[in-house]
């Protein structure tokens, strides 16, 4: 019973993820890519302060949920797996703190933004997040090192059967999710000039908490 309500967690992890995002990725019509790495967009001095901090604190409830997915998953392997069960506990680990940093350097740099550029200061709006976003990178990166890691772990473990789950399951992970959307922004740009964006691979790692309700089935 712990088990099944670890992974509704997670998957509610992931939902509420998403909605996180959506508060920061919907940025609306004619928004442009600004800046000497094209890391500014230009719609951020439209939206209220408001929604990145809702964005950081859904997110932060949303990625602790996730944890419990995970922790699903190791229970589920730990009895005939335990070597595999551990390094699922390290990556999934490392892979929710990584998601709520990544979020967080995201939500913080129109933060920044907004507030020089009401000093109407746009070069030195780009010169800080500049600065900032070479500070950022390398944890930005590991992070999603961690993350790809931890899909692959978890895609072993139903390849290999450690996970009594349908093969099909091995879908269901943060990076096919990512695909999709990209695909679809590709396909009807016009559609989704916004999002999916980073929505679907919320709903993706939220998708490790499903995968332990189908293995529980």
């Keep these: 019973m712990m088990n099944l309500i670890f992974s509704i967690l997670g998957m509610t992890g992931g939902i509420l993820c998403a909605v996180g995002d959506i508060l920061f990725d919907l940025k609306g019509k004619g928004n442009k890519k600004l800046g000497t ?26 990625d602790a949920l996730l944890g419990f997915g995970f922790l699903s998953l190791v229970n589920l392997l730990l009895p005939e797996h335990a070597g ?10 490392m892979s929710v703190i990584a998601g709520f940093f990544v979020h967080s350097v995201l939500c913080i740099q129109p933060i920044i933004y907004k507030r020089i550029m ?20 390398p944890p930005f990166l590991i992070g999603y090192g961690f993350i790809l890691a931890a899909a692959v772990c978890v895609i072993i473990a139903i390849l290999t059967g450690a996970l009594e789950v349908p093969k099909w399951c091995v879908l ?35 998708m490790f908490g499903l995968i332990g309700m189908i293995a529980l089935l």
Excluded: H, T
């Design 37 to 62: 790495s094209g890391n500014i967009d230009s719609n951020w001095s439209k939206m209220p302060y408001w929604r990145f901090s809702a964005s950081i604190w859904v997110a932060f409830v949303g």
């Design 118 to 137: 009401e000093e109407g200061q746009f070069e030195l709006a780009d010169a800080v997040l500049e600065k900032y976003y070479k500070a950022v990178l």
């Design 172 to 206: 269901l992970n943060p990076f096919v999710f990512l695909l999709i959307g990209v695909g679809l922004r590709k396909a009807k740009p016009n559609v989704f000039y916004d999002l999916p964006g980073i929505v679907l691979p919320s709903l993706g790692m939220g």
């Design 84 to 93: 595999l069960a551990g390094v699922v506990a390290v990556c999934g680990y």
